[in-house]
């Protein structure tokens, strides 16, 4: 409940200390229960067969090995997340796509969760990255922004940098719904980003335009219960394009999406973040990560361009997303 309920409420020291236990803890745990199922399933058999050897696996010396293991897991899964994301380039296939679009790019940020665990420095990493692509267009899908407005909206003052340079869209994710969502959104539109709520973007600068549609995050009902995500609101009134993209922050839209776009970018699964969610995040969400397809629609999944909780990546790598579109 800490992270849901105290990120940023105590003073900052007490904060950062309690922060660091609960998050040691949260992985620590996750880890041990693992090795102990895996431990049960691989040596009871064997203990059961009367195996010589196997009673060493419940020995006093088998489990201080696995708590060695699990705090050695730790440590590169922390040393993995600090180190900020890193730069993921994916072709996308497109049937038809008019020779104005070939090798149009889109750059991809997602997740980066800019609050109590993802400071300022982190923020600029990713920019500084984000600007070296040299990217046509720029998107951000949801939870770029996580907390108390106040103390973290300085953090994403790098933003600008990339509104500077080109265009950039924003759609919300579920994680702004926490904590001060309409002064967040206020603030992205403050920096010259296109939000996109139930609402659609034309890029109409080449021969061929491309639609960017945006839908609000189901999570919405947490500050308005009547709104929720709506395709139809978002691509009403939209003019004729030769390629529509949807903006929205939760994969799990893209049965629906996929009558209406041939291409959907999201976010919010982290892949799992780390071991063992990496593996148990696919049982949930079909599109847990990377490039998938739905029906006849792409559906690339980012990682997450930060991390949220526990300051870990295990199984699982923060990324900065560069979308290619090339004729199929």
């Known amino acids: 409940m800490y992270p849901l309920v105290w990120y940023g409420v105590l003073p900052e020291l007490p904060d950062k200390i309690l922060r660091a236990i609960v998050h040691f803890d949260m992985g620590m745990v996750g880890l041990i229960i693992t090795f102990i199922l895996v431990r049960d399933l691989v040596f009871l058999p064997l203990h059961a067969i009367k195996v010589d ?9 088998g489990t201080f090995l696995m708590f060695i293991i699990s705090f050695a897991l730790l440590s590169i899964g922390n040393w ?20 104005s679009l070939e090798n149009y790019k889109i750059l991809q940020l997602s997740d980066l969760h800019t609050g109590p665990g993802i400071n300022a420095a982190y923020v600029d990493n990713v920019i500084d990255m984000a600007l070296r692509q040299e990217a046509d267009i720029v998107v951000l899908t949801g939870d770029i922004a996580d907390g108390n407005f106040e103390k973290y909206k300085d953090s994403l003052k790098p933003l600008s940098k990339l509104t500077a340079k080109t265009q950039v869209l924003y759609v919300v994710g579920n994680h702004e719904y926490l904590k001060d969502s309409d002064q967040w959104l206020d603030y992205f539109r403050s920096l010259g980003i296109q939000v996109l709520l139930n609402d659609h973007w034309v890029m109409s600068s080449r021969e061929n335009p491309i639609l960017f549609a945006g839908i609000i995050d189901p ?3 947490e500050v308005d219960p009547t709104s929720g995500p709506d395709l139809q609101k978002a691509l009403y009134g939209s003019p004729d394009a030769d390629l529509k993209i949807l903006l929205a922050h939760q994969p799990n839209i893209a049965e629906e999406a996929s009558q209406y776009f041939d291409l959907q970018l999201s976010g919010h699964t982290h892949a799992g973040q780390f071991f063992p969610g990496n593996i148990l995040i696919k049982l949930f969400q079909p599109f ?29 790598t923060s990324e900065i997303t560069l979308l290619k579109l090339i004729k199929q």
């Open 219 to 221: 999570e919405v009902k």
């Open 53 to 61: 050897w196997a009673h060493w696996g419940f020995s006093k010396s």
């Open 80 to 99: 993995r997340a600090q180190r900020g994301p890193e730069l993921v380039q994916v072709s996308i296939p497109i049937g038809n796509l008019p020779s």
């Open 288 to 316: 847990a990560k990377g490039l998938n397809k739905c029906n006849n629609m792409w559906v690339y999944t980012n990682s997450g361009t930060g991390y949220w909780g526990p300051p870990f990546r295990l199984g699982t």
